[in-house]
């Protein structure tokens, strides 16, 4: 019995200490071991856009960098007539974009004016940009493949999770401003935040 007690404290020493270092930061486990970064998504939103009825725009936080995003929209008289753009960059780019937007139709005032984000346990960059590329395709409808209906294909494409997530109701039949105000809420996103 005492030699299986010496055999065992001698295999187990090195897993101590190792878990010693691990704990005090003097290593840090492998990168496979570590959790993975989040993903995050963000609609930005303007409240006065489409005749009061609103106009949504997509944030996608590519995973594994930094601080590295894309971002578009689809349909806003006031970025491009009738087509969808896309663009990348940091966090403070994307706000920056959305926040230096001018209203042609309201004094030249701020266009977008809110956002809500939330993050995800996944987020593929590429099935999201394949996405906007299939919706951009297939030409804007106000009431079947409009800015809301961009967004929300650019967001279940980057994450499966909120592919699956049945809060998140269909594009159609919905204006930006209630979806934003409503759905997204209710889907448990973030609060409001003002740019």
Aim: glycine share 8%; hydrophobic share 35%.
């Amino acid at each position: 019995m005492k030699m299986y007690g010496r055999r065992m404290a001698r295999a187990t020493a090195p897993v101590l200490g190792a878990l010693a270092l691990l704990a005090s930061g003097a290593v840090t486990a492998p990168l496979e071991a570590q959790a993975a970064p989040l993903g995050r998504v963000c609609m930005f939103e303007a409240p006065r856009g489409a005749y009061k009825l609103g106009h949504a725009a997509f944030a996608i936080k590519v995973r594994g960098e930094t601080n590295h995003w894309i971002f578009g929209s689809f349909g806003s008289t006031n970025d491009v007539p009738k087509a969808g753009w896309i663009k990348g960059g940091t966090w403070e780019n994307t706000r920056g974009h959305f926040t230096s937007v001018r209203d042609k139709d309201h004094n030249n005032a701020r266009y977008y004016t809110r956002y809500r984000c939330v993050n995800t346990r996944d987020g593929d960059v590429k099935r999201a940009q394949s996405w906007y590329t299939t919706v951009k395709s297939r030409g804007y409808n106000a009431t079947t493949n409009n800015c809301l209906h961009m967004s929300m294909a650019v967001f279940k494409g980057y994450s499966e999770i909120l592919r699956k997530d049945t809060r998140l109701k269909s594009a159609t039949r919905w204006f930006p401003n209630d979806y934003y105000e409503d759905v997204l809420p209710a889907a448990r996103w973030e609060v409001s935040h003002s740019l």
